[in-house]
């Protein structure tokens, strides 16, 4: 029962936010029903971290309930794990810092952007650092707490996977990757063509 709500919860939340901002992108709905982009993209951005919260708990509990896996159980593994949760640690939170709150939870989808599309740590190391971030986070938990192997292929996939069947591309199809690359790409081109335009 456990494993079922997790995997529910890991496809579904992602997906949900996805469809959402995309929503509120066509139409600005939200934006109209708060009175302001930055309301609405604050009302999606708590969303989604009670989502998260939930989600991490769901992980958690179906990691417990597994039995663990006693070839695990060695220094090796634990600090590995820690190695991979504290990468995960600082992927994460060092897009949250260049992002903003904003950058982080959809903003551009509200029509809230930054003066220049972010490449900087840890953008110009790797494309997509928090849902890598949050990967190598899961991987960390799961080595630490040495559960199964099928704990393992989960929180490996985690972020993955909630992206791959939530996200769709600048043209539409869904795609595993680039994430948000293609519409946030797209978003900063307009925004440097009309820039251009005007001056």
Wanted: hydrophobic content about 45%; overall charge positive; aromatic content about 16%.
């Amino acid at each position: 029962m456990v494993q079922t709500l997790t995997g529910y919860v890991l496809l579904y939340s992602g997906w949900l936010n996805a469809q959402v901002a995309r929503w509120e992108q066509r139409t600005r709905k939200l934006s109209r029903a708060f009175g302001s982009p930055y309301l609405a993209c604050y009302f999606l951005g708590s969303s989604i971290l009670l989502l998260n919260v939930l989600r991490s708990h769901c992980f958690t509990q179906a990691m417990v309930s597994q039995p663990k896996m006693e070839g695990l159980d060695n220094h090796t593994t634990y600090f590995l794990g820690l190695v991979l949760l504290g990468g995960g640690i600082v992927f994460v939170l060092s897009s949250f810092f260049a992002l903003g709150f904003t950058g982080t939870f959809l903003g551009d989808y509200f029509g809230i952007l930054k003066e220049a599309r972010v490449t900087t740590f840890p953008f110009n190391v790797l494309d997509n650092p928090m849902y890598w971030g949050s990967t190598a986070n899961y991987l960390g938990w799961a080595l630490i707490l040495w559960e199964t192997l099928g704990m393992w292929i989960l929180s490996s996939l985690v972020e993955q996977v909630r992206c791959w069947g939530a996200v769709e591309s600048w043209n539409g199809p869904l795609e595993p990757f680039p994430v948000h690359r293609p519409f946030t790409a797209e978003i900063y081109r307009q925004k440097a063509a009309r820039l251009h335009k005007s001056s």
